[in-house]
């Protein structure tokens, strides 16, 4: 679109052709402000949840824990042969045991801080920090199993799956979400710019008598219905993402994990992308209707 | 030829209204088109416009075959044309001189550049004191008079009037006819639909022809007025 053609949308200097329609204007404005708010509420929690199962994927496949059972006569012999093996492994950067502090954090949840965990018969836990694209798996459970039976390693990816699946869940259902409110506002506008045009048909009329084209009509109808939809989209938009911005528990598993807004995904490109989105998408809406209404009016 | 109608007919469902019409309108002539009420002047005024196509026959307007056209041409054509209905089709939201402009506007010219014509054109109508007002506050006449200039404002070759002054009395329809008149001396061809003999009496002396529809036909009459 030209800067003329943006002008002539915005600020037209002529009287516009097509008479005032301020209740069907009020309407879709308050339309397009709620789609709006919908569909930036659905793209708000559907880019936390790929952000917060990015991050859980991205920490899990980046470690792994070897887990040591068996009995405790054995077992020092069996922790130095695991952590042997994974000290030559190559993709594997550090490996250490965790110490019974961080054992009790882990398990402080279900059991509270002063549980005593001494008397549990609990795994010995490896923490395992990858380097690279990792280790061989396979041939790094071999070398396990020959140099510390009973020792299990865990690459986490069980617990990785059902995050990447519930993560795209999510995204198909925010992504359907913004597409059904988009289809909702063009079927809304559609069907203002029908009766308008309808309830016109003397202008429509009188414009076709004076040799006025479709293209031409369809534009003396279609801008005040877009520079509606747009600004009902902005005030719908301003408002669910300063709501969005308000809650915390939207980014919630990134406070837990101590690193809240650094890394939360910005969205202010939503301020101006979803007017913009809503306007063009009643442009179209008013240009479709129109052009079926023209058609069959004479 | 402005107009050439070759065996042309018009039905609504199975009511034939025009049936074999065969006529040919020249450059700058002025034509009368008569009729009783329900005769068809209506009918084949539209064709002329283009708003209603033949059901058979040929109709050519300003040389192109009108009969199958793109609805984009037909609005071509229509542009070379000035049309006055007797309810004027004002737009009632926009002043008499934007209703006049309207047509500039639709042939994507600037309507700015043509200001002073535009107001020419209004105090040649006589209305130049009304330029400003709103349609629903003229009267009958002072709307038709708005009509006419909005229908010559691009100079079109061909003015088509449907019954122009069914809503005015006889000093204004007086008034109008000689707008047509001098329109049609200025080289345009001119073609109005009335009943009104009166308005054809005051034509007199001046090159005109009476064209009239009957059951069916368009007879052009032998004489000039």
């Known amino acids: 679109m030209t800067f003329r053609a943006l002008r002539a949308l915005f600020a037209p200097t002529d009287t516009p052709i097509a008479p005032r329609a301020d209740f069907i204007g009020g309407l879709i404005a308050l339309v397009a402000a709620a789609m709006a708010f919908l569909a930036v509420a659905a793209t708000e929690a559907g880019l936390a949840a790929d952000h917060i199962a990015g991050r859980w994927s991205g920490e899990l496949s980046a470690s792994a824990t070897v887990r040591i059972t068996g009995e405790a006569a054995n077992l020092p012999a069996t922790i130095d042969g695991a952590l042997g093996v994974l000290e030559v492994t190559p993709g594997v950067a550090v490996a250490r045991v965790l110490s019974d502090d961080e054992n009790r954090a882990l398990l402080a949840p279900w059991l509270g801080e002063e549980a005593d965990i001494a008397a549990l018969p609990l795994p010995v836990l490896i923490d395992v920090t990858l380097s690279g694209a990792g280790p061989d798996v396979e041939e790094l459970k071999r070398q396990l199993a020959l140099s510390a039976p009973g020792a299990i390693y865990d690459d986490h990816g069980e617990w990785r799956a059902p995050l990447l699946a519930a993560a795209d869940a999510l995204r198909i259902a925010a992504g359907v979400g913004v597409a059904l409110t988009i ?40 801008r005040p219905f877009a520079i509606r939809a747009a600004l009902g989209a902005f005030c719908g938009t301003l408002l669910a993402w300063l709501i969005a911005a308000r809650i915390p528990q939207l980014h919630a598993v990134d406070v837990m994990a101590g690193s809240a807004s650094q890394t939360a995904p910005s969205t202010w490109w939503l301020l101006p992308a979803v007017p913009l989105v809503a306007g063009a998408t009643a442009l179209l809406a008013t240009r479709l209707a129109a052009a079926f209404v023209l058609k069959h009016s004479e | 030829m402005v107009i050439e109608f070759n065996g042309v007919s018009l039905s609504y469902g199975d009511r034939t209204v025009l049936r074999d019409v065969n006529l040919t309108l020249d450059p700058g002539s002025l034509h009368f088109l008569t009729g009783r009420s329900g005769a068809g002047k209506t009918t ?7 708003a209603l196509r033949p059901t058979t026959g040929e109709m050519r307007i300003f040389g192109r075959d009108g009969s199958g056209i793109e609805r984009r041409e037909a609005a071509e054509l229509r542009r070379r044309m000035g049309v006055v209905l007797q309810d004027c089709d004002l737009l009632d939201h926009m002043s008499v001189i934007e209703n006049i402009a309207l047509p500039l506007r639709v042939s994507g010219l600037k309507v700015a550049d043509f200001d002073t014509d535009i107001r020419e054109l209004g105090a040649w109508v006589g209305l130049s004191k009304r330029l400003d007002a709103r349609p629903p506050e003229l009267s009958s006449g ?9 229908s010559v404002v691009t ?3 061909l003015v088509i009037a449907d019954e122009p002054t069914g809503n005015v009395d006889s000093q204004t329809a007086e008034r109008i006819m000689s707008l047509f008149t001098e329109l049609n001396r200025l080289g345009k061809t001119v073609i109005i639909a009335t009943h009104d003999m009166n308005l054809m009496r005051s034509a007199q002396g001046i090159d005109a022809h009476v064209l009239r529809v009957e059951n069916g036909q368009v007879i052009r009459s032998g004489a000039a007025l």
């Open chain 2, 142 to 150: 002072e709307r038709q008079r708005a009509a006419i200039a909005r």
């Open chain 2, 44 to 50: 084949f005024l539209k064709m002329l416009y283009l």
């Open chain 2, 155 to 157: 100079s079109p070759e």
């Open chain 1, 183 to 222: 289809a909702a506002l063009a079927a809304m506008v559609s069907v203002a710019a029908a009766a308008t045009l309808w309830s016109g048909a003397g202008v429509v009329r009188t414009l076709h008598l004076i040799g006025a084209e479709d293209r031409f009509i369809v534009r003396a109808f279609e």
